[in-house]
């Protein structure tokens, strides 16, 4: 009896080379989906720390306003006399004293973390990043600084600051004057900067007290 027979048409490579692609495909497809997740987690911590950071930057500059106020005081946290003529910038605590400050620092720009701008100017959170030179550093003149300037927390000793702005009170019977308060923090260079602002004022021109009036995040 004779088996019919057969004619072999090679099916089995490319049916093994059909699995192997799509598992291929498979592995990429989840390899993909692993490393979006892990930027996606980088980035939500990176924005987590950026803005404890820059939270604590405003306090820490809350800190050196009411410095000024100390027994002990420094030239930052001291006005000089009425004819004395200061080349460094300076924490007032009166109109007048403002007026000063107006005169130490050029006009427009900043020193130290100090400005005393002529008129209220709206800043994005790229245009702070750009003067990040000019800023405050955290401890840098509240004797905070060993502790955040070590590895373990790089984000306030590298990429951070404040900015403390003086303007005269709109309000008469205010004698001193209001600080507008900026604190930008950025957890890496590949990460969006957080900046907050916050308007504070002190309670008078002799007392180590203040007051929170306002605040909000700058957008980019």
């Known amino acids: 009896m ?5 004619t072999h048409q090679g099916w089995a490579l490319p049916t093994v080379m059909a699995v192997l692609g799509l598992g291929a495909l498979s592995a990429m ?20 720390r ?26 930052r946290h001291s006005t000089p006399a009425p004819a004395a003529l200061s080349s460094t910038p300076f924490i007032p605590h009166t109109s007048a004293g403002l007026a000063q400050l107006k005169k130490a620092l ?14 209220l100017e709206s800043t994005s959170a790229t245009q702070w ?4 030179s000019t800023a405050a550093r955290y401890g840098q003149y509240t004797g905070g600084g060993p ?35 900026t604190a930008l923090a950025q957890a890496s260079p590949r990460s969006a900067p957080i900046v907050l602002q916050a308007w504070w004022q002190g ?18």
Not at 2 to 6: N, T
Not at 149 to 155: A, L
């Open 2 to 6: 004779k088996h019919p027979q057969r």
């Open 29 to 48: 497809s989840l390899s993909r989906g692993l490393w979006l997740h892990a930027n996606l987690l980088r980035s939500d911590g990176d924005e987590l």
């Open 50 to 75: 950026a803005r404890w950071a820059a939270e604590a930057l405003l306090r820490e500059a809350e800190q050196d306003l009411l410095a000024s106020f100390a027994a002990i005081k420094d030239t």
């Open 106 to 119: 050029p006009s427009g720009l900043c020193m130290d973390g100090i400005c005393a701008p002529d008129t």
């Open 129 to 132: 990043l750009q003067r990040l």
């Open 147 to 181: 502790v955040w300037d070590s590895p373990i927390n790089p984000t306030l000793a590298e990429r951070s600051g404040y900015w403390l702005e003086a303007f005269s009170s709109a309000d008469a019977t205010q004698t001193t004057p209001l600080w507008r308060i």
């Open 203 to 220: 309670a008078s021109d002799t007392t180590a007290d203040g007051r929170w009036l306002s605040w909000h995040e700058v957008l980019p």
